[in-house]
């Protein structure tokens, strides 16, 4: 047989598969009445479902909606004085300046991403902001698109990538000095607890970044062989994972004002995080451990067969695998830790939550509580779906080299 | 150097796990150059006792040189055997985060602190030498079998090893890809490379290899050329083995 005849071959006989589309009668019935007690099932739940929305739809038209936008910058950036907020948007440019670099040098995921941010920030640009506000708002997209045509331009230049993973590695303790202010150069901004859904997301950066290495450092020392870094690893997780979040928030603001005097004491919200942070590395470490534990022996002898030493087989071989792993766990201990943050007002510091919780005391707005909790639970969600989104996605794009 | 008569040389090695006595005083010699096979029934010792030439499992009792160094705990030793040492395992191994270059050129770049467009270079040779430089962009969950240990062949070559150990390198192969690694293998015994090889390819055997090991109950029960080995046993364990493995 010769090449052709294979070909053949191999088309011959080849069907479509079966349609497996059925009449939408038929699904109906199939799926929501195929029993009385099915049907009355449908029945029932329709009209529940149908009350329940109805009844969201009249409040939602009834409600006072304008409470979030008089409240709007209270809200977002607490009692951050008015003439320094160009520094909150300096900051969101810097971000969205890299956003859109990363994206023109790599395309891909970061594209999608740094586009929506620019799309949503030309859409609330149209809004009906007052104008400086708008101009802000375009000012987004701009950054984001400059970004874009240097990152376009420097791609593939080494010098380029590495002076990007540098900028997105300064990129967070510059914009906390930025935000902050430094004596002498940038002035301080004093009440850094009072700074509304800012020190959620403040709060949440600082944790993330300072939980995943801390995390992946206690899941490996769990898994030392030294019995002493076992042991303190293990202890320390174990310990953390057994109380709640919010006595540890407790401890850090009220025993510590307690034992330490004041001259040493380090301010509120640096408590809080560092707090936040040792609690999500707990469970960070045990995510991490999960990975760990996937990765077979044979990926060890592999790497030490090859000649590499232990530090070189963790850092090129195992982590990278079992970090691929455990990437859904990871980021749902970074959504539950963003969450997390609304704690925060359980120790007098007006993040988003405790902030509506003073609006709400306000005369003006009373009884519009739920209008409120409205909009904190859509912020939320944008912000943790998106989260969900992204890790969904890096899965997918890492998904190429799975066994 | 502590001496130079050979360039493996094991005096009655003994290892247990736990209770279990796997390796009961091996003792043989090899010089440069040879290929060794080793076959002999499932448990009995063959992978447990090369796995000890790269300090993959640990002896102890008695002793091994390679190549003048002799194994001990000291870590400087293990890591310098282990660079003259390159093994291919039954399961392949490779690294599933990575490309088939990338697999290749990790070790000269991290170990051997090669330029990384020298590292590459290097790899996409031995790539071609194992006859795949088409599949170097693609990750190992993209390539069949014998692509994959080839593969492993050239990661283990990678490390310019003096000795090379291969694990029942086809066992986990189709048919169909078998021939393929037997191949590279065969052209590397030529190339005359030191090879210890754990197969049950007995035409493999025949064809190349200096001497044939047979290894039962961690004992090494008969040590001879392939001629002798196959037509004139000197164990009737050996000759019982033979009649099992040759029937199919
Ligand atoms: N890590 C271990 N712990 C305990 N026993 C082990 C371990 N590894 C291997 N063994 C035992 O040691 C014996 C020898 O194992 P080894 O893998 O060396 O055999 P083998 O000759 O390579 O067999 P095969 O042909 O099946 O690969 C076996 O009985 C096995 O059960
Ligand atoms: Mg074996």
């Not at chain 1, 510590?256 to 560092?274: E, G, K, N, T, W």
């Not at chain 1, 990765?295 to 060890?300: R, W």
Request: aromatic share 10%.
């Amino acid at each position: 047989m010769d090449e052709n005849q294979l070909a053949g071959y191999a088309d011959k006989n080849q069907l479509p598969p079966p349609s497996e589309r059925i009449p939408a009668i038929r699904w109906l019935k199939q799926n929501l009445f195929s029993s009385w007690f099915n049907a009355i099932l449908t029945i029932v739940s329709t009209v529940l479902i149908m009350t329940i929305v109805f009844g969201l739809l009249r409040w939602a038209l009834e409600a006072r909606w304008e409470v979030i936008p008089a409240n709007l910058k209270l809200l977002l950036v607490g009692t951050y004085p008015v003439e320094h907020l160009w520094r909150v948007w300096a900051t969101v440019y810097l971000i969205a300046f890299l956003l859109g670099f990363s994206s023109g040098a790599h395309g891909g995921l970061m594209r999608r991403v740094s586009t929506t941010a620019a799309l949503v920030s030309v859409v609330l640009a149209v809004l009906p902001f007052p104008w400086g506000t708008r101009g802000w708002l375009l000012g987004i997209a701009v950054a984001a698109v400059a970004g874009f045509g240097l990152g376009y331009l420097g791609k593939g230049i080494r010098w380029c990538k590495r002076l990007e993973i540098a900028s997105w590695i300064l990129s967070f303790p510059i914009s906390l000095i930025f935000l902050n202010g430094v004596g002498g150069i940038l002035p301080v901004i004093k009440g850094r607890t009072m700074w509304g859904f800012m020190l959620n997301l403040i709060g949440a950066v600082v944790g993330i970044g300072l939980s995943f290495p801390v995390g992946v450092l206690l899941a490996l020392g769990r898994r030392s062989k030294l019995p002493a870094i076992r042991l303190v690893c293990t202890a320390y997780i174990e310990i953390i994972r057994g109380v709640p979040l919010i006595s540890l928030l407790f401890m850090a603001s009220i025993m510590l004002q307690l034992l330490l005097p004041a001259s040493v004491r380090p301010d509120l919200l640096i408590r809080a995080m560092l707090t936040i942070t040792a609690f999500s590395a707990a469970y960070m470490a045990e995510n991490v451990r999960g990975g760990l534990q996937a990765i077979p022996q044979g990926q060890y002898e592999a790497a030490y067969a090859v000649g590499l030493n232990r530090a070189l087989t963790t850092i090129l071989i195992i982590l990278p695998q079992a970090l691929r792993i455990v990437i859904p766990a990871i980021v749902g201990q970074f959504i539950a830790l963003f969450m997390d943050t609304t704690l925060f007002g359980f120790i007098a510091i007006l993040e988003l939550l405790n902030i509506t919780r003073s609006i709400m005391g306000n005369l003006e707005w009373r009884g519009t509580i739920f209008e409120l909790y409205a909009f904190i639970g859509i912020v939320f969600w944008i912000l943790c779906y998106s989260m969900s989104y992204v890790s969904r996605r890096i899965e997918k794009t890492l998904g190429v080299g799975e066994r | 150097m502590i001496n130079n008569e050979g360039i493996i040389i094991y005096r009655d090695v003994h290892k247990w796990y736990g209770d279990f006595h796997v390796l009961r005083g091996i003792t043989f010699t090899m010089q440069k150059g040879e290929v060794v096979v080793i076959c002999g029934p499932s448990g009995s010792g063959k992978s447990t006792c090369i796995r000890t030439i790269n300090r993959l499992e640990e002896h102890q009792r008695g002793q091994i040189i390679v190549d003048g160094i002799e194994l001990t705990n000291d870590l400087r030793n293990i890591e310098a055997i282990r660079r003259e040492v390159g093994i291919v395992f039954q399961q392949f191994n490779l690294f599933p985060h990575l490309t088939a270059l990338q697999n290749v050129s990790l070790a000269p770049f991290w170990v051997l602190k090669m330029r990384k467009s020298k590292a590459e270079e290097a790899a996409m040779k031995l790539l071609e030498r194992v006859g795949i430089p088409e599949q170097a962009q693609k990750y190992p969950a993209q390539l069949s079998g014998g692509q994959q240990q080839r593969v492993a062949i050239a990661r283990a070559l990678a490390m310019s090893p003096k000795i090379m150990l291969f694990d029942e390198p086809t066992s986990a192969l189709d048919p169909e890809m078998i021939k393929e690694v037997l191949d590279v293998m065969k052209n590397l015994a030529r190339s005359g490379m030191t090879m210890i090889v754990v197969t049950h390819e007995m035409g493999f055997a025949r064809e190349v290899a200096d001497r044939i090991i047979f290894f039962d109950y961690g004992q090494l029960v008969e040590e001879n050329t392939p001629e002798e080995f196959f037509h004139n046993p000197k164990h009737d364990r050996t000759k019982l083995f033979l009649s099992q493995i040759l029937e199919y």
